[in-house]
Every structure is written in structure tokens, then in C-alpha cells.
């Protein structure tokens, strides 16, 4: 029995390809304003040129038929795309020339959407295909129950992870420190590549540690660590790190974050340090396709630095 999401794809994607034809199958997460493939069964095809798909390649989800479908706007099996008109001005058609579209949507375990699981032909289909949607309807339904088994799976796993990171934790803070900062992103980079999550990564460097410690002496500097990460923690999810990457540099990872949460965040995060009488420079970054964790950190890391100068020439 099939019980890896992976592997279930991959197998539904060669079933329905063989069954009902169609060049092109994909396995798609929807994530805010994206729609992204996460897994392609392309089949070579006589006389038609490839759609050249690739996992981790994204497209604007309003723009794809996969959106149209689920919103209603057009059925799950269109055997000819000009015949219904959200699919003949589906933009995405420009990108990927459609003749035919089958999609049904994959659902969480709590109903919300996911993605989709679709295929597209570039040449008009026999109107006899539409006897198949039960059968496609039926195929994404066994996909959603394995894709929601694991997502939960990966909740507990996200838990087990931070249990394990116990020992890796700053001694004055009780945040994670830079080796178990390090785990967990990459662990969570494994997710993200996997699904198809977002996620949002915070630097953030304190303006006054160097001149407490200088001045006030080495208890109120560590007074400052102390409120910066009780700060921190008190803005972020169970599933979220915070961790303290240097002597005066923390560093925090939101899961499953998009843009608006990524906002909103933010602006939780200056008001907390605001509070907690804690001056410092940040930095933030969105994970999405086209660049991993690692590459979000650097960025957020630069524009926290970027932050930094601005406010040393102001001051």
C-alpha cells in the first residue's frame, strides 16, 4: 500500500495519464498568490511541444483554471477549454496552451484548501472523457486523506523537533541557540521543498547591547537579552522559533507564514520590543519558490544590516 504523499502522487498522476490520456498531470499547492506545481507527469507527446513543467515552478493562482474550478466557475472536466469561458480567458492558457482541463481540488483534514490535482492537454478531448470525473474525483480524495495524514504527522514532527533541540538552547535566554537555529531550518526547508509551505525569517540585532554592557555593566546586558527573547516568544506560535544566533543577534522562524501574516508579525514583533524597552534593527524575508530557508535568512540578514546603517546615520 501506497502511504507516502510523494509516492501517491506520482502513482495517481501515472494512473490517470494512462486512463484518460492528457499530456501533462500535476500534483499543485495553492499558497496565497501563488500556484505551485509540486510534482509533474509529463508525457512525451508526437506533434506537441513540451510544457516543460518542473516541480517548484509557480504561477499567480488567479490566473491558473485550477482557481476557476474550485471557485465553481467552470467544471471538473472541460473536454474543450474555449467551450467554457473562465477557462478560454484563464490567463495562465498565454503560459500553457490548454485544449482540454481536468482538476479536482486536495483538501487539508479540515476541509481548507490545499492545492489541486489537474491535467491539461494542449488538443480538445472526446466529450466522453467527462465519464472519468468520478473516477478523478475519487483519485484526489485518496491523495487528500494520505497529503493530510502527513501534514499532521508533520505537526508532531515539528514538536518532536523542538523537544530534540532541548539540549541546544541558550543557557541565559532558554531560546534555541545557533547549532539548534541551524536543525530546525533545515529540517523545516525539508517541509517547505516537500509541500510547498511559505515561511518567514526574521534577523534581528539589538542597537544597545555593547553600550549596556559598557556602561551598566554585564547584568543589565543581560537583562536586555532576557527581555528581547521573552519578547519574541511572546509574539510567536507554538510551531515558531525563536533563537539567539549571536552574542547580540536573534533570529526567528514563523512556519507556514505568508505575506500578510509575515506583515502582520512584524509589526507584533516592533511592538513587543517596543514594549520590552528593547531597541533593535530588523530584518524580514519570505521562503517562497525559487529560493530556500537558507536564502531567506541571508536576505532578511541583509536588509536587518541595511536597517542597522540606515539607523547609525540617523542617529
Keep these: 500500500m501506497i502511504n507516502d504523499f510523494a509516492a501517491a502522487a506520482q502513482a495517481t498522476m501515472a494512473y490517470l495519464r494512462r486512463r484518460l490520456g492528457l499530456q501533462l498531470w500535476m500534483v499543485t499547492r495553492s499558497e496565497g498568490d501563488d500556484w505551485i506545481v509540486l510534482y509533474a507527469d509529463e508525457a512525451a507527446s508526437a506533434g506537441n511541444a513540451a510544457y516543460g513543467i518542473a516541480p517548484g515552478q509557480s504561477f499567480r493562482w488567479t490566473d491558473t483554471f485550477c482557481s476557476r474550478m474550485v471557485l465553481g466557475h467552470g467544471p471538473g472536466i472541460a473536454p474543450s477549454t474555449r467551450q467554457v469561458p473562465a477557462y478560454a480567458n484563464a490567463p495562465l492558457a498565454a503560459h500553457l496552451p490548454t485544449g482540454a482541463y481536468v482538476g479536482v481540488p486536495l483538501r487539508r483534514s479540515d476541509g481548507s484548501l490545499f492545492g ?118 511572546g509574539v510567536t506560535r507554538g510551531t515558531d522559533t525563536v533563537a539567539r544566533v549571536g552574542d547580540d543577534e536573534f533570529a526567528m522562524l514563523m512556519v507556514e507564514c505568508d505575506y500578510f501574516d509575515a506583515q502582520a508579525l512584524l509589526v507584533r514583533v516592533q511592538e513587543a520590543l517596543a514594549g520590552a524597552d528593547v531597541r533593535a534593527s530588523l530584518g524580514m524575508a519570505l521562503r517562497k519558490p525559487g529560493y530556500d530557508l537558507e536564502e531567506a535568512y541571508a536576505m532578511a540578514d541583509a536588509e536587518m544590516d541595511r536597517a542597522r546603517r540606515s539607523r547609525k546615520v540617523l542617529n
Design 116 to 233: 489541486t490535482l489537474c491535467g491539461i492537454d494542449p488538443r480538445p478531448q472526446p466529450d466522453t472523457i467527462c465519464d472519468e470525473l468520478d473516477t478523478v474525483t475519487l483519485m484526489g480524495d485518496l491523495l487528500g486523506r494520505i497529503l493530510a495524514t502527513e501534514l499532521d504527522a508533520g505537526s508532531a514532527s515539528r514538536r518532536a523537533d523542538r523537544a530534540e533541540v532541548d539540549s541546544t538552547r541558550d543557557p541565559l535566554t532558554g531560546v534555541v541557540n545557533r547549532r539548534g537555529w541551524d536543525m530546525l531550518v533545515r529540517r523545516e526547508e525539508e517541509r517547505c521543498s516537500r509541500y510547498g509551505h511559505s515561511a518567514c525569517v526574521v534577523s534581528l540585532d539589538l542597537d544597545d547591547l555593547r553600550f549596556t554592557n559598557d556602561t551598566l555593566g554585564r547584568a543589565a546586558g543581560d537583562s536586555l537579552l532576557i527581555r528581547t527573547a521573552r519578547a519574541l516568544e
